[in-house]
């Protein structure tokens, strides 16, 4: 059965992690000043609650072939400074828009490689933007193994970081090689232990299914490894091909790419173990042990998804600092440019570097909380009878067990859980509305 429901299901699909998603976004109806307006009036009626600050660290010394990221590749180092200088400039220019410094309840360093930079250039952007003190806010950054040093470890814990996401993927050589990244199982276990040793109270592993190469003997050594080590959060991401907007993925072919059936069975082979070694199954992708903060808000109904992916603690407002970046005030959304030159200029020029965004209408916001919850809480309920056309495109999922109606509840079936992104499908009006000419998305599995 489960065979079938992947050759049905498996097609290409959103990750949600915003609603719309950002091939539908009306850009031609956006413009800053739209954007400026609703994150004013946002701010003032949710201030008291804090903002999330994403900060986007592009530079990368070499091409990770599989990722799908905005990365900017250099061996120069000299680019840290300026780029440094214009994070400062944009939360500045962002604190005089909202007429003071907003309360920060989350920073997350994404990237990129976020340990590219020196530990006294991420000393001098963090302390340059958290005045107050850090001991409320939850931070967190993502860490090449390769180059995350102890410093980087000690010197943004002293700066209030606790968080810790390392890029595992695979240890298998032959998948390393085709990817172009490279760690040891020990490099990972030495920057886990220093860590813990540290402070750090949260270490996740990023890991990917259905990479060139991959094998079930070579993904189960590297799950063997994985969980030997004990990270808080492991994610176990669904490798999203797609070179027409990735070019580095071409580096090998589809021959290399494990499909259908084979790259399902890594995925159930993957989740099994991790299943077995203790993880809880939450959210789309995410695994956790019982005692991290993320299992225990899935728990209680308090997760929440964002641009920074799941987490524990909820906020209305995300602001984005960066090339590239997404910021996301509840009723509109605005995304920064995409390249290094055009985000610096406009930094230059005292300018904010919107280029592009959406602002929400009610319709949306009604489909984007259902997207929401059914993502964090595996479930959604209509305040009145559910719409007829929701019903009839739930019908096929409801046949095959992966979701069931009760009352004015639609809620996930435990297989369902492998198939959250097809389940969101039936939900987006701007997608049945308009089908996408060309390759929008990765496919779901």
């Not at 007429?99 to 989350?106: H, I, N, T, V």
């Not at 020029?349 to 984007?368: R, Y």
Request: charged share 20%; aromatic share 10%.
């Amino acid at each position: 059965m489960e065979t079938a429901l992947l050759k049905k299901y498996n097609v290409a699909a959103p990750r949600y992690t915003s609603y719309p998603t950002v091939p539908y976004w009306e850009n031609d109806k956006f413009d800053q000043a739209k954007w400026f307006q609703a994150l004013s009036k946002s701010y003032h009626q949710n201030k008291g609650e804090g903002i999330s600050l994403y900060i986007h660290l592009p530079f990368c010394e070499s091409l990770c072939t599989y990722c799908g990221c905005n990365t900017r590749i250099t061996k120069n180092h000299a680019v840290e400074s300026p780029y440094i200088n214009a994070l400062i400039k944009e939360w500045e220019m962002y604190c005089q828009l909202l007429g003071e410094r907003p309360k920060l309840k989350e920073l997350h360093l994404g990237g990129g490689t976020p340990t590219f930079f020196s530990p006294a250039h991420l000393k001098q952007l963090i302390l340059s933007i958290v005045k107050e003190d850090a001991a409320d806010i939850e931070c967190s950054f993502e860490g090449h193994p390769d180059n995350t040093t102890l410093a980087h470890l000690q010197t943004l814990y002293q700066l209030g970081f606790k968080r810790v996401s390392l890029g595992i993927q695979d240890f298998d050589p032959k998948v390393q090689r085709l990817i172009n990244r490279f760690q040891t199982p020990m490099q990972v276990a030495t920057l886990t232990d220093q860590a813990r040793s540290i402070g750090y109270h949260s270490v996740n592993f990023d890991s990917t299914y259905g990479l060139p190469g991959q094998t079930i003997e070579g993904l189960a050594q590297t799950i063997t490894e994985v969980v030997q080590m004990l990270p808080d959060r492991i994610a176990f991401y669904s490798y999203a091909h797609v070179p027409w907007m990735k070019p580095g993925q071409r580096h090998y072919t589809e021959k290399d790419i494990p499909q259908g059936n084979e790259k399902f069975a890594l995925y159930q082979l993957g989740r099994a173990l991790l299943i077995d070694a203790g993880y809880e199954e939450i959210g789309m992708d995410h695994f956790a042990l019982k005692t991290d903060s993320l299992y225990q808000a899935s728990q209680k109904g308090q997760m929440h998804r964002n641009f920074m992916g799941y987490t524990h603690q909820h906020t209305q407002i995300l602001i984005g600092l960066g090339v590239s970046s997404i910021s996301d005030c509840g009723s509109a959304f605005a995304q920064n440019a995409k390249t290094v030159e055009g985000y610096s200029q406009q930094m230059a020029n005292h300018s904010f570097a919107i280029e592009k965004g959406h602002v929400l209408n009610e319709e949306d916001t009604v489909i984007g909380q259902h997207i929401l919850s059914l993502m964090c809480k595996n479930k959604t309920e209509f305040s009145h009878e559910i719409p007829s056309v929701i019903v009839e495109r739930l019908a096929p999922l409801i046949e095959d067990q992966l979701v069931k109606i009760v009352g004015k509840e639609v809620s996930v079936m435990p297989i369902g859980k492998s198939f959250l992104r097809n389940i969101c499908m039936a939900f987006d009006e701007r997608l049945w509305q308009k089908q996408p000419e060309t390759s929008l998305f990765s496919t779901a599995l």
